[in-house]
């Protein structure tokens, strides 16, 4: 058996996430990649899973096991069908995986509402924390900014994106999109989900009028606030895929 057949349960554990993502509008049609980095002791250095893009490709939201390719940290196809290659962006994945060892998951994708803060400049603020703390320690302490609309095409680029990123979850891309990290490709994905539901959120308050922000003694409070599982969140988004 082949290294990329033992993979299979990874491979449909980030498949689902990328249905997730689909499913949810955070990013649409064929745009929007989720890796996971495969630990292999040796030379050649740790692997990538990672969704392929290519005339093969079944589109975000059906993504399947078998749209997940594998490459090595240079960003280099090591094993997946032939109708599928390397997403032109892959050097957001490998540069980020390479300078975060905390890092085991990154994800990229251009969800519309966030983007529209990053292109007029809006800051996205902390409008609401009560059924969602994380969501709030997100918009506040956690979030890093990229100036640049480019894609990031090659490793100087990738490179120039991690040093941006340094230590925090989530990267709001000028005039482009998102890219988040973090430890398991759940939490990931459910940091790309809050941000996106923030940035509907902030964008609808806007619209309204004048967002009132969280005063500061309450967000102190937050502050003191225990950490929120995570686990429930990500079953009720994997039945919401699996069911249809
Ligand atoms: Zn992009």
């Given at each position: 058996?082949t290294?990329?057949e033992?993979?299979?349960?990874?491979?449909?554990?980030?498949?689902?996430?990328?249905?997730?993502m689909?499913?949810?509008?955070?990013?649409?049609?064929t745009?929007?990649?989720?890796?996971?980095r495969?630990q292999?002791?040796?030379?050649?250095?740790?692997?990538?899973?990672?969704?392929?893009?290519g005339?093969?490709?079944?589109?975000i939201r059906?993504t399947a096991?078998?749209?997940?390719?594998?490459?090595?940290?240079?960003?280099r196809?090591?094993?997946?069908?032939?109708?599928?290659?390397?997403?032109?962006?892959v050097?957001?994945?490998?540069q980020?995986?390479?300078?975060?060892?905390?890092v085991?998951?990154?994800?990229h994708a251009?969800?519309?509402?966030?983007?529209?803060?990053?292109?007029?400049?809006k800051?996205?603020?902390?409008?609401?924390?009560?059924?969602?703390?994380?969501?709030l320690?997100?918009v506040?302490?956690?979030?890093?900014y990229?100036d640049?609309?480019?894609?990031i095409?090659?490793?100087?680029?990738?490179?120039?994106?991690?040093?941006?990123?340094?230590?925090?979850?989530?990267?709001l891309?000028?005039?482009?999109g998102?890219?988040?990290?973090?430890?398991t490709?759940?939490?990931?994905?459910?940091?790309a989900?809050?941000?996106?539901?923030?940035?509907?959120?902030?964008?609808?308050?806007y619209?309204?009028?004048?967002?009132?922000?969280?005063s500061?003694?309450?967000?102190?409070?937050?502050d003191?606030?225990?950490?929120?599982?995570w686990?429930?969140?990500?079953?009720?988004?994997?039945?919401?895929?699996?069911?249809?």
């Open positions: 058996m290294i990329y033992t993979l299979l349960p990874q491979r449909e554990h980030l498949a689902r996430a990328c249905r997730v689909g499913k949810l509008d955070v990013t649409k049609s745009y929007g990649h989720i890796s996971m495969i292999a002791p040796g030379p050649g250095g740790d692997l990538v899973l990672i969704r392929a893009r005339p093969g490709e079944s589109g059906y096991p078998e749209d997940i390719i594998l490459v090595d940290l240079d960003g196809k090591v094993a997946g069908r032939d109708d599928l290659h390397v997403p032109k962006e050097f957001i994945h490998t980020l995986l390479r300078a975060r060892p905390d085991h998951s990154v994800l251009h969800p519309a509402t966030v983007m529209l803060f990053t292109i007029c400049d800051p996205l603020l902390p409008l609401f924390g009560a059924y969602d703390p994380q969501a320690r997100l506040r302490k956690e979030l890093s990229y640049r609309s480019i894609l095409s090659d490793d100087d680029k990738g490179r120039t994106l991690a040093e941006a990123i340094q230590s925090s979850k989530a990267c891309m000028r005039g482009h998102i890219t988040t990290c973090g430890a490709v759940e939490e990931t994905t459910l940091t989900i809050r941000l996106n539901e923030v940035a509907e959120l902030n964008y609808k308050a619209l309204l009028g004048n967002p009132r922000p969280i500061d003694a309450d967000l102190e409070a937050f003191q606030g225990k950490e929120v599982e686990a429930s969140y990500w079953r009720y988004y994997c039945r919401l895929v699996d069911e249809n």
